[in-house]
Every structure is written in C-alpha cells, then in structure tokens.
C-alpha cells in the first residue's frame, strides 16, 4: 500500500503564497510604522534657506528658473541631460537687478557630487574682472558626466564684489540629483510586486517616517504630491497598486536598475502629519540618494513658500526653445520645460 506524504504548510509558505497573489498594497501596520527610523528636517529660521529650498523644490519639478536672487542678483538654471548617455548641459543666467554696477564677478565648482558626477564650467565671457551693469544680464555654460550612481549634489560658488566695496559669497546648490539623470517605468501590478517581491529588492530596502509637507493635505495636494514623487518625469506614478488612494507608487530607472517606491500618507489623527516612504532596488547608492532627494521634496521643513506652487501658462507665453535663456526675452523668466529632453514634453509651467 502506498503512502503519501502530506505537505505541511507553514507560515513563510503562506507569507511566499501571499505575495504571489498581491496585486496591490494592504495599509501598513502601526507596530511597522512604528518600528521605521524617523527623520526630523529642519532648516532653523533663516527664510532665505526656506526660500532657497523652495526654489530648489521648483527646478527639481521643472527643470528651468529662478535659482537665487537677493537684493543685487538674480541667477536662473537650465539644464538639459540625455538620461541614456549619462550627460548634459546646464546654463546659468545672472542678472544685476539693482541701479548701480557690479564690478566683479566669478563663478566656480565649490564641490563636486562625490565621484559620480562630474561638473565643468566654462569661463566667463570676459572673465571675472568684466562685471555687469545694471539690468544686464550674464550666461555661462557647464556640463555634466555621469560615471556611477552618486547621493550629494554639486555646489557652485558665486562671488561678486558690490558698489560698495562689499565681497559676496553664495554658495549654489544645483538641483542636479541622481534623479535628473533618471528615467521613467510603466509596469502592471504583476510585474511590479514581481519585482518589488524578490530577495534582491526585499534585502536592499530603504524605509523611513519623516513630517510630511502641510500643503499635501490641502486641496488639490493629492495632484501636487504626485508631481513631487514623479520629480519631474524621472518616475512613473503607477495607479491602483495601493490600496489607500491617497497613496503614491511610482517606478523609474537609473541606467538598467529599476528603483521602486511606495509613498504613504499618515492615518488618523496622531499619524496624519507624518509620511513614509519605502524605496526598493539592488543599489544602497541609488536607494540612499532617492532618500535624499524625497526628504527634500516632501519633508516639512518651515513656512510654506509661495513657490511651492506651480501653475499652468498659456501657449502664447512659452519659450520657443527652452534649452537656452538667451533665445527668451519676455515678462516670464520662470516659464520652464517639464522635462526637456523628453520627447512629447510639450508642457511648461510657471512658478509664481
């Protein structure tokens, strides 16, 4: 007589069997948020820093504008990369605002982002002794290689001496993160917990709590948290794998690494201020550096700007070619590209 033997099931087996039958994200359990490392951002109570990471915020979304301004100048950023290649260019603007002339000026790589990236300028026109007289304006070009992944951004040092004798250094951080050189991804519920699933991604997760921006839960704050997760076209918001609609899942890729995200909104009252993110790929650069960028998009960190907000602009006022500043002379210095090297990325908007 023969005699089979029964499979015993135990509880991994259900756990693996679970997965293989999710097509979308349960609410994550209290003791799991609980259990998160948490981040605390904080800018102190300087308002040009509050401003400056607003302006931050809009160029990761857009691509093109405002970077700095005081009282003197105001310096606008266009960049323009091939996420294939691993390269691009990037131009600056600056513009003496003020009634008397700026007799010098420089501009210089401050630091580099670690060993990944790779930041050149070219000399000024005129070089640093030309200065810039009132209302004038300035352009100087740069470019950008790519080696590696990489989790800093570059700094600029910009130094101009006033009418008054007075010696200004401002440090500039270009909105160039990993993700500018990153790519969307489109994929089904199938295919993303296929992924979201293995090993490789389960093991390489990086997770954590931060307070989430107030502005979100304003109205229309679903459709701006899904403009700050997309970062500008670097990700695919993907709908329907979650199972709370207020919540984000987005996928793009750096090279051939897929990264996965999950961004979730706080439940109920206690929880309701605060945000986790959960980001998967094989990488501990690429994961670290996504970190890096969603705490500057998401995490509350002062009194909201009005920058923070972008609007829509007409057809009439956008810039023939929004590669360059110097082909667009109009009232709109703000108008950008979405994504400029994208093809079909024919919308702009305008920062207020």
Known sequence: MLHFASARVTPQDD???????????????NDVWNSTPTVEVSLGSDPMSVKQLALYRNLLLARQGLLYEDKSIEVYFAVDVNA??????????????????????????????????????????????????PQQRQSQRGSL???????????????????DNCRHVIPLRLPLPMVVFMDPVTMGPSDFFDRWDTHEYEMGELAFVFPLRAIFHAVGGFYYLTKCVSMGGAFSCLPALDSSPQNVVAAGKFGGTECLVRVEQGRGHHMQSKGRVAIRSPSYVINRALKNVFLDMLAEVGVEDPLDR???????????????????????????SVRGGDAGAGREKRAK
Do not use: W
Request: include cysteine.
């Open 15 to 29: 756990a693996d069997e679970s997965k293989a039958k999710r097509r979308y994200f349960s609410a994550t359990p």
């Open 84 to 133: 294939c290649e691993r390269r691009g260019e990037f131009e600056l603007l600056i513009e003496n605002r003020g009634r008397v002339l700026i007799p010098q000026m420089d501009v210089k790589v401050a630091k580099q982002a670690n060993r990944g990236l790779s930041v050149r300028l070219a000399p000024l026109p005129g070089g640093a002794e030309s200065g810039l007289r």
């Open 145 to 163: 290689d790519v080696s590696q992944p990489f989790d800093d951004t570059p700094v600029l040092e910009l130094t101009y001496l006033s009418a």
């Open 310 to 336: 972008l609007i829509e602009v007409t057809e009439k006022e956008r810039p023939r070619n929004t590669r360059s500043f110097a082909s667009y002379e109009s009232n709109h210095p703000l108008t950008t």
